[in-house]
C-alpha cells in the first residue's frame, strides 16, 4: 500500500501547492509556542496547588489556635479547682488546730490570690482559740499526752505492779497538769 505525497500533506495541514520545507518549518515554530505555554501553565498549576495548599496550612494553623486555647483554658480551670481544694484543706487543717472558723471564708479567698508560704504565714498571725470545752483535753491534745516507751519503761521501773492502762492514764495527767489540761473522764 503506497501512501501519496497528497494524503501526507492533507494529514498534516498543507496545501497542495505550498512549500512542504517551510510548512514543517511554521509547524516546528508552532510547536515551540505550545511547548513554551504548556512549561507556563504546568507553573501556574504548580503555583495554584501551592497556594491551595498554604491556604489549607493556614486552616489547620487556625484550628490548631483555636484548640490550644480551648485546652489552656480547660486546664487553668483544672488548675484553679485544685488550688481551691488545696486551700481549702490548708485553713481546714489550721481551724482544726485551733483557729477560728469564722475567719475560713476571708483566708480561703486570700489563699488563692497569694503562695502557700503567704498562707501559711498569713494563718499563723491569726490567735488560736482553746476550742476544747473547759480545757479538757481532745483530739490531736490527746496524742500530744501519749507517753513515750522510754516513760513507760521508767513508770515500770518505779512502780512494777502497775497494770499497763494504769501507767498510762498516770502519765497522761501528769503532761496534762503541766499544759493545764484535764483529761476528759472516760
Known amino acids: 500500500m503506497a501512501v501519496e505525497l497528497e494524503d501526507i500533506y492533507a494529514a498534516l495541514g498543507i496545501a497542495e501547492d505550498a512549500d512542504p520545507v517551510a510548512a514543517i518549518a511554521a509547524m516546528k515554530v508552532e510547536a515551540s509556542?505550545?511547548?513554551?505555554?504548556?512549561?507556563?501553565?504546568?507553573?501556574?498549576?504548580?503555583?495554584?496547588?501551592?497556594?491551595a495548599m498554604?491556604?489549607?496550612?493556614?486552616?489547620?494553623?487556625?484550628?490548631?489556635?483555636?484548640?490550644?486555647?480551648?485546652?489552656?483554658?480547660?486546664?487553668?480551670?483544672?488548675?484553679?479547682?485544685?488550688?481551691?481544694?488545696?486551700?481549702?484543706?490548708?485553713?481546714?487543717?489550721?481551724?482544726?488546730?485551733g483557729k477560728?472558723?469564722?475567719v475560713r471564708e476571708d483566708a480561703i479567698e486570700y489563699g488563692m490570690m497569694v503562695t502557700a508560704e503567704?498562707?501559711?504565714s498569713f494563718l499563723a498571725t491569726i490567735p488560736s482559740v482553746d476550742m476544747t470545752e473547759r480545757g479538757v483535753a481532745s483530739g490531736s491534745e490527746?496524742?500530744?499526752?501519749?507517753?513515750?516507751?522510754?516513760?513507760?519503761?521508767?513508770?515500770?521501773?518505779?512502780?512494777?505492779?502497775?497494770?499497763?492502762?494504769?501507767?498510762?492514764?498516770a502519765l497522761m495527767n501528769v503532761k496534762a497538769k503541766a499544759a493545764g489540761l484535764t483529761l476528759p473522764e472516760a
Open 100 to 102: 477560728p472558723p469564722r
Open 54 to 97: 498554604r491556604n489549607e496550612l493556614a486552616d489547620i494553623k487556625g484550628k490548631l489556635i483555636i484548640e490550644q486555647t480551648e485546652n489552656a483554658s480547660r486546664i487553668e480551670k483544672i488548675e484553679a479547682a485544685a488550688r481551691r481544694d488545696r486551700v481549702i484543706a490548708t485553713v481546714e487543717r489550721a481551724i482544726a488546730k
Open 118 to 120: 503567704k498562707l501559711d
Open 142 to 169: 490527746l496524742d500530744a499526752l501519749t507517753p513515750t516507751d522510754a516513760e513507760m519503761g521508767i513508770r515500770k521501773a518505779m512502780y512494777p505492779n502497775e497494770t499497763p492502762a494504769t501507767a498510762i492514764k
Open 33 to 51: 509556542s505550545l511547548r513554551g505555554v504548556i512549561a507556563s501553565d504546568k507553573g501556574k498549576t504548580e503555583l495554584a496547588e501551592v497556594v
